[in-house]
């Protein structure tokens, strides 16, 4: 247990730690199963709730994944998806050798209702693409998109390969629409029971929603879309500066 | 009924649409308490279960809260906080006209353990300044922050004021400490019962996790820090443009 006694460090985050340390060094990988609650309270000569606690905090950490009483397993690394740069989907994960895809859950062009409208800064009624999918990393369900696009910038969205292409690379190669900036807002939110099927998580499981309104050359708003990040495998990152000096 | 009707769009959405339309235009303010599920069903001649599902997509987005029987209310606008601006907690409660305080939870010198010494950039067993409060806004507990200072930037920092003044404040007027950038990962992650109990909210709750490390003028490492916001308070706010053209 020596190698646990440090001062002022509650005990199992001590223990959190050195796990967490196993992971990041590449000693524990994924899907690998740590011992059992029995097990690691024996080896470390501490009580189950101290090692449950350790636990709790790999599992909020998202390092570890388990239900009770069927064992704890080393998660996937969490995918790094940039706040401040504008990168879609496809692209992240291209950049980092994963595998993206999408499966449609609904394409169809709407009339704005009030929020879309404002949003997109389209007159109420006016006709939107309304674009729902399930994307996919290395084909594992990632996130949900529902995105909305305003049906004059892009007319004959619907009939592109929204499953087998990156929508940014339809709106720049089929309509010269080159997205320069964005804005987005970020929330922690909890699965839906509709939700979680969705991304074969458990309902009230932390997802990010994502709310973002992406700006083209002339400034038009182009993209009005709401996506929902599994917790489990994605941080969102940025480089944060001052205000002013 | 008929201000419902949307083609295209599922009526639950276009009620909470106007729900929160309502709430945005001001006309329904914090704290008011929405009519029951039935006699909202009987108002807009939908079925209990459409006025439910639209229920959940306003709380969901944070707009409504409440429990089964105790009634719907409308909860407090949220709190943006920037993403790619580096400002402290206290300074970007006084932007919006919100009180900042602090409540001291622990505040010690430890040695830095595995992970705070490879954050910190610090040796195994180096001094460190763990401080921890939970973070009020207008007196209500909207935050947990558990922040770690390397010891020989800022020797004697447990001496200082840090429930009355900003620690941002403090380093920079009492140690010529300016930090000049940051990095930050942004997670969604759901409360235990112990930081429910300390944030005032239930269990399972949403929360941000905002994991920081922040630099001086020199490229030090100043500050490792693990916030914990409320996300029925807080909306992560960022610009993005195209990394590269």
Do not use: W
Not at 90 to 98: C, F, L, Y
């Amino acid at each position: 247990v020596g190698d646990f006694v440090r001062e002022g460090v509650p005990l199992y985050v001590q223990i959190a730690n050195s796990i967490a340390e196993r992971i990041r060094s590449g000693e524990l990988g994924t899907g690998d199963q740590l011992p059992s609650e029995r097990q690691l309270a024996e080896e470390l000569l501490v009580s189950r709730m101290t090692v449950r606690q350790a636990l709790l905090a790999l599992r909020q950490q998202g390092l570890v994944d388990g239900q009770h009483g069927r064992g704890t397993f080393i998660t996937q690394p969490r995918i790094e998806q940039p706040v401040d740069v504008l990168i879609g989907f496809s692209d992240n994960m291209v950049k980092r050798g994963i595998k993206p895809s999408a499966r449609l859950l609904k394409l169809e062009s709407i009339l704005a209702n009030r929020e879309i409208a404002a949003e997109l800064q389209l007159h109420l009624g006016e006709s939107v693409y309304a674009v729902h999918r399930l994307r996919l990393a290395n084909d594992i369900p990632a996130a949900l998109e529902y995105s909305h696009f305003p049906a004059h910038c892009c007319p004959g969205l619907d009939s592109h390969d929204l499953e087998g292409r990156s929508v940014y690379a339809i709106l720049a190669e089929e309509y010269g629409i080159h997205l320069t900036s964005a804005y987005q807002s970020l929330e922690p939110v909890v699965a839906t029971a509709q939700q979680a099927q969705r991304l074969t998580i458990s309902k009230g499981a932390p997802l990010m929603l994502v709310t973002r309104t992406s700006y083209d050359e002339q400034q038009r708003v182009v993209e009005f879309a709401q996506d929902l990040y599994r917790g489990d495998y994605f941080r969102f990152v940025s480089g944060a500066r001052p205000s002013s000096p």
